[in-house]
């Protein structure tokens, strides 16, 4: 019996989507940093706290997304956790905040 957790793929077509190189990394990537970014922005507009608690906003708001889609992907047929997913939000998620604490 193979655990919701598996690594293993559930067929080749899962396996060469889950690639490192995949287009579906580069969308996580992207995604994630813009959501930080949008979660931050909004974070400024309703709140006067300082750009510290923007970013931390941002970067969460981001990453409990990345977390639904995952667990989302988890539930549906032919289809499956992917760690690389969550790596490549990471990235994305750090690369913004970097960013947004130098601009």
Same mark, same amino acid.
């Given at each position: 019996?193979?655990?919701?957790?598996?690594?293993?793929?559930?067929?080749?077509?899962?396996?060469?989507?889950?690639? =490192?190189?995949?287009?579906?990394?580069?969308? @996580?990537? &992207?995604?994630?940093?813009?959501?930080? /970014? *949008? !979660?931050? =922005?909004?974070?400024?507009?309703?709140?006067? @706290?300082? &750009?510290?608690?923007?970013?931390?906003? /941002? *970067? !969460?708001?981001?990453?409990?997304?990345?977390?639904?889609?995952?667990?989302?992907?988890?539930?549906?047929?032919?289809?499956?956790?992917?760690?690389?997913?969550?790596?490549?939000?990471?990235?994305?998620?750090?690369?913004?905040?970097?960013?947004?604490?130098?601009?």
């Amino acid at each position: 019996m193979s655990s919701v957790f598996s690594t293993a793929p559930a067929d080749s077509l899962n396996q060469a989507r889950d690639s =490192w190189l995949a287009k579906d990394k580069a969308a @996580h990537f &992207l995604c994630s940093a813009l959501l930080t /970014g *949008a !979660g931050a =922005w909004i974070h400024s507009i309703n709140h006067n @706290h300082g &750009l510290g608690q923007d970013i931390r906003f /941002g *970067a !969460g708001f981001a990453f409990i997304l990345g977390l639904a889609k995952e667990g989302r992907d988890m539930v549906q047929p032919r289809n499956r956790w992917s760690w690389k997913d969550l790596a490549a939000n990471l990235a994305g998620i750090a690369l913004a905040v970097i960013l947004l604490d130098v601009w």
